[in-house]
């Protein structure tokens, strides 16, 4: 099993599938997923005693949109370097932008511990939490 404590100790991941109802073969990107989840979808700066949790005001990226899509994807691959050691190589693009619905979607390619490549797709919504799931995208 390579489910996180947290995980385990919850019982699911956060894509709502059980820990112990799912292949252990699964359990490490399932993690790695529900943890990308937790750390996009926390305020950098709420964390007291790790101030470096999380992400900037979403809200203010939107509001300064185009300039901040930049700002976002190092925020996203510096997060990502600190807080899932789990993934290495970690490469951010950014790959769409709805104003209309303020939808932002990005694409993270990293490879895992074992040198295995792994691709996440993140959307981040005005009207919703950050969402990550495993893009099956080829670039």
Known sequence: ?????????SGSFSTGQEVFDT??????????????????????????H???YGLPDITEVYRD?????????GAISEAMELYEPRLRRIRVIHQDTDKD?????????????????????????SSDHARVRRSIRQS
């Open 1 to 9: 099993m390579r489910a996180s404590l947290f995980d385990v100790l």
């Open 101 to 125: 619905s303020m939808r932002l979607e990005f694409i993270v390619s990293a490879e895992l511990t074992n040198r295995q490549p792994v691709k996440f797709q993140t959307t981040f919504s």
């Open 65 to 73: 949109i185009p300039d901040s899509i930049a700002k976002l994807r």
């Open 50 to 52: 790790l101030p470096r």
């Open 23 to 48: 292949s252990p073969d699964s359990h490490l990107v399932l993690s790695i997923i529900s943890n990308l989840e937790r750390l996009f979808n926390t305020r950098l700066g709420s964390i007291a």
